[in-house]
Nanobody
C-alpha cells in the first residue's frame, strides 16, 4: 500500500503562484511514476504533469511554461510549482502514484484562482 498526502492548495489572485506538495509513504518502491491531476467542477479529471522515477517529466499543453513538477527522493515528496495562475486553473488537484498494477490517489487539495 502507498499513502499520498497533498498540501499547499489555497486561494490566490490571477498571476500568482502556489506550490503543491505530495508526500508519499508505504511501499514507495512499487511506484513507477508520480503525477498531478486536477478536476474542476462539472469537468472530468485531467492530467496536469507527471514525473517518472528517472526524472522524466511531461505536461499538459495548458500548463507548459507555467507549471513545474519535481521530486525530492530523500523526502519521498513530489512538488508542483504553479506560476502565472489563471482562473481556469481553479480545481481540486490530486496526486497520483502509478504502480505496475494499481494507481494510488491522494485526497486532493483545492486551488482557487480569483480574477
Amino acid at each position: 500500500q502507498v499513502q499520498l498526502v497533498e498540501s499547499g492548495g489555497g486561494l490566490v489572485q490571477a498571476g500568482g503562484s502556489l506550490r503543491l506538495s505530495c508526500a508519499a509513504s508505504g511501499s514507495i518502491f512499487t511506484i513507477n511514476s508520480m503525477g498531478w491531476y486536477r478536476q474542476a467542477p462539472g469537468k472530468q479529471r485531467e492530467l496536469v504533469a507527471t514525473i517518472t522515477r528517472y526524472g522524466r517529466t511531461d505536461y499538459a499543453d495548458s500548463v507548459k511554461g507555467r507549471f513545474t513538477i519535481s521530486r525530492d527522493n530523500a523526502k519521498n515528496t513530489v512538488y508542483l510549482q504553479m506560476n502565472s495562475l489563471q482562473p481556469d486553473d481553479t480545481a481540486v488537484y490530486y496526486c497520483k502514484g502509478a504502480a505496475a498494477l494499481y494507481d494510488y490517489w491522494g485526497q486532493g487539495t483545492q486551488v482557487t484562482v480569483s480574477s
